[in-house]
């Protein structure tokens, strides 16, 4: 039986069922599920997060918590609000301090699946173009050549349909939006990503014939940005051995490319 953490949100009156992807003594990897931020909203702390609901379940001595004798936790790295996948967690401060010398460094071995609008130009490309904050917009990223930090994605074809794209994404540096900035600028917005020019992704656009249930709306096959991160390979902090961590591929995600590949080949 797969190991789970349970969280809740009592303000919100949400629940989670967290999957554990690896566990040993200082490392806790999980399968983050999308639209659930990875830590505080710094325009609205009062939203959902995973580690203030960690937090808050070590505080209350919670069962998961309890069997595993856990009083540190701290996440390595975030993954925005709609991504899901692999989420790294330590039990102890060396190991974060550790881990957190190698993502600085671009260490880690990061790849991400993604569901893009359009084809690229190449099965496999990559996108070296700086990124900034966007002087106007709050919470917007963007290409800024003189201004922005240095940023490389390398992305790979996995499959085509008409008018869409599935890509492996390797970020090779980690800037905030990065995957999404650099699919953008390549032409290719990433399906959901509506502050970056991706549209959901309806039944309806790729079914003929397709009959609207009367008095409903359609809801998207991939309603939010179509970004998971599903293998990080790492140096152990502690035994200096590679391990990599995958999180299987998420459900929307599955059922999205089941539909292209019957109705978009």
């Given at each position: 039986?797969?190991?789970?953490?349970?969280?809740?949100?009592?303000?919100?009156?949400?629940f989670?069922?967290?999957?554990?992807?690896?566990?040993?003594?200082?490392?806790?990897?999980?399968?983050?599920?999308?639209?659930?931020?990875?830590?505080?909203?710094?325009?609205?702390?009062e939203r959902p997060n995973i580690m203030k609901l960690l937090h808050a379940d070590i505080a209350r001595n919670a069962e998961w918590s309890r069997l595993r004798k856990i009083s540190y936790l701290a996440n390595v790295h975030r993954l925005?609000?709609?991504?899901?996948?692999?989420?790294?967690?330590?039990?102890?401060?060396?190991?974060?301090?550790h881990?957190?010398?190698?993502?600085?460094?671009?260490?880690?071995?990061?790849?991400?699946?993604?569901?893009v609008q359009g084809h690229p130009p190449e099965?496999?490309?990559?996108?070296?173009?700086?990124?900034?904050?966007?002087?106007?917009?709050?919470?917007?990223?963007?290409?800024?050549?003189?201004?922005?930090?240095?940023?490389?994605?390398?992305?790979?074809?996995?499959?085509?349909?008409?008018?869409?794209?599935?890509l492996n994404a390797f970020p090779e540096t980690g800037r905030t939006h990065q995957i999404r900035v650099h699919a953008k600028h390549a032409g290719?917005?990433?399906?959901?990503?509506?502050?970056?020019?991706?549209?959901?992704?309806?039944?309806?656009?790729?079914k003929k014939n397709y009959s609207f249930k009367r008095g409903e709306e359609e809801r998207p096959l991939m309603g939010r940005v179509a970004l998971h991160a599903e293998s990080l390979t790492i140096t152990h902090p502690v035994t200096g051995s590679e391990i990599t961590i995958d999180a299987p591929m998420p459900k929307d995600l599955e059922v999205s490319i089941k539909y292209l590949r019957k109705f978009a080949q």
């Open positions: 039986m797969e190991p789970l953490i349970k969280l809740s949100s009592p303000a919100t009156k949400e989670w069922k967290i999957p554990i992807l690896f566990e040993d003594e200082t490392l806790l990897a999980i399968d983050k599920p999308a639209c659930l931020l990875v830590s505080p909203d710094r325009y609205d702390p925005d609000f709609e991504t899901s996948g692999v989420l790294l967690l330590v039990k102890a401060k060396p190991a974060l301090i881990l957190a010398d190698q993502f600085g460094s671009e260490k880690p071995h990061k790849r991400y699946v993604t569901l099965e496999m490309f990559e996108v070296d173009a700086k990124i900034a904050m966007h002087p106007i917009k709050v919470g917007l990223m963007r290409v800024d050549p003189k201004q922005g930090k240095r940023s490389r994605t390398k992305f790979e074809t996995v499959e085509h349909f008409k008018s869409y794209t599935f290719v917005p990433i399906v959901g990503d509506e502050l970056y020019g991706g549209a959901p992704l309806l039944l309806s656009n790729l």
